[in-house]
């Protein structure tokens, strides 16, 4: 059952948000090609609406660290333009990066150097940055993310979850307007996942726009506003998580020990789809109300032990538009 | 604003989440002061890293065990090869100004060149390794301002290096061999200033002539995320210079080698000085930096960082 029509003109973004400076990212036609004949990202049409958790969803190989690399200026698209933060990226992406904070695939630091240095390092980097609070704002990042005690140590010397931590402090060295985080809970123990969820929601209510690249979906629907999902470097979904979530069709699940008198029952009020299993038997909803079911069966004097309205979980969703493949795609 | 107040400020602005930044154009004081930072933070990862402490200590403890072997082997003024080394070893033990022209000249045929070899190789290539490179680019970082600043710091490299064989070959030749008055190639007596600064001219040429090295170096640092794999190529690059520059078949190439005009520095002992063969040498040293440094800024711009 395809729940989902997964054709550019329904994913791409109208040609308008290109137009419409408030979005945070915006681009059309985003493609990457790369020398070996891999097309990586194929037509990419972004519209992350300012002040949003925007989820950036998709298997591993679909694209989207190539995307988020496109945006961040690491690498040049084949074709395809993009705005952050209203900026068009061939004229100023230089301009307008210093108000983005990104975590790309991985921390990456000096494992020579402290956590501290580390992070001075990045600053120094910065030539917009104000010298003058430098110190200071290292420690509150260090801070933020919790490193506070051991920004003194070697990076070599620190855990995955630490060196995770790290990266997402250099992203909060200065009020940013967007963050791009790629797998930001990535090696992270339930309580450092639960901080850094607590950290983005912070972020976002500041006003900060936060995209977030992950293939966790428990995550995805505790955090994100909107979401976008890459498949084969195509995106093939677009929109709130509600719309998301709304794209399933709801369906009614009867819990009876007669599952099969209860399926004729349900064809015979109308229902359509319906799929028995050994005690439970579910259907498309249509315009009845479960109200209606449920007096139905009881009429028919059929025995309903439990009856609810199910909608398909992310996971469902995700897959369904992604596809069900364990193989790698060359 | 007064530093005082932004510092004292600052903690409570940094809470609130507003931040001074430089708004409007930046003026160039402030341009030169952030990139200045960029710049001390490229020394700091260099000189604080061990292994090129290391190397530095294995620079400056050379002329020291050259010195100390020299003494107790005190060789006359017929020792050594006619040519190269030769002309100077001789002259040790009657000025120890010569020690440290000796050093450099030893040093120059493999290890000072090794030293730049890893430094430059690393420049780019080592970064891109760690993944920092991502993590720089990102802040943003300029990569032609990353580039330029890279090498600027290479140049500082190969100064400091330079200096240190030739420092420490002096004070080494101060304590072992007598100082003073010094006889030069051409046969004529200079005084002891006169030779210092024909010394330290030397150390320029010669830093120079490692700089070239060092654009070679960090232009195919571009091409890699694996630093080890540049350090070896550089190495090979003054090996295969060094011998076809040996091979006299070969003349017509002989100019046009990186490491041809690296120890030719010999002409600035003479008097008159034959100035030609110095400004032959900076010219082949121009030429590798210009050439070699475009392929690096064309490089750099044009790849797709997927480090």
Known sequence: MTLIDPTPARAAALPQALVDPDLAIASIGLSMRFRSGQLAVDNVGLAVPPGSVYGFLGPNGSGKTTTIRMLLGLVHPTSGDFRLLGTDARVGLDHVLPRVGALVEGPAFYPFLSGRQNLARCDAADRTADLATAPARIDHALDQVGLLAAADKRYRAYSLGMKQRLAIAAGLLRPRDLMILDEPTNGLDPQGTREIRSLIKQIAADGTTVFVSSHLLAEVEQICSHVGVMSTGRLVFQGTLGELRGQGEPRILVRTTEPDLAAKQLGRIGLADIIVDEATVTAQLGEHGADVINAELVRAEIPVFGLETVRPSLEDMFVELTGEGFNVNG | ?307
């Open chain 2, 1 to 307: 604003m007064s530093t005082a107040s932004v510092d004292s400020s600052a903690d409570a602005q940094v809470a609130a989440g507003r931040v001074l930044t430089t708004s409007g154009t930046p003026s160039l004081a402030s341009e030169l002061r952030h990139w200045l930072r960029l710049f001390l933070s490229e020394l700091r990862i260099v000189y604080r890293r061990p292994r090129n402490m290391a190397m530095l200590a294995v620079l400056a403890a050379a002329p020291i065990f050259l010195g100390i072997v020299l003494k107790f082997n005190t060789p006359g003024p017929g020792d050594g090869p006619p040519n190269g080394a030769g002309e100077f070893i001789g002259q040790v033990a009657e000025n120890g100004v010569f020690l440290s022209l000796l050093a450099m000249f030893v040093l120059m045929t493999l290890v000072l060149p090794l030293s730049v070899a890893v430094v430059s190789g690393d420049s780019i290539a080592g970064e891109a390794g760690l993944g920092t490179l991502r993590t720089l680019l990102t802040v943003p970082c300029g990569r032609v301002r990353l580039l330029l600043t890279k090498y600027l710091m290479i140049v500082v490299f190969c100064f400091s290096a330079c200096l240190i064989v030739a420092g420490v070959g002096l004070l080494m030749g101060a304590i072992l061999f007598p100082i003073g008055p010094v006889t030069l190639l051409s046969g004529a007596t200079v005084p002891l200033i006169d030779g210092l600064a024909r010394l330290a001219v030397i150390v320029i040429y010669v830093s120079l002539g490692l700089s070239a090295l060092g654009a070679i170096g960090i232009a195919l640092s571009t091409f890699t995320q694996h630093a080890i794999g540049v350090m070896a190529a550089i190495l090979v690059v003054v090996v295969a210079s060094e011998i076809l520059d040996a091979v006299s078949q070969v003349a017509a190439i002989h100019p046009y080698l990186p490491t041809h005009f690296w120890l030719t520095f010999d002409a600035l002992l003479r008097t008159p000085i034959t100035w030609t063969d110095v400004w032959h040498g900076l010219a082949s040293f121009a030429v590798y930096i210009v050439i070699f440094g475009a392929l690096a800024l064309a490089r750099i711009r044009r790849a797709n960082v997927t480090c």
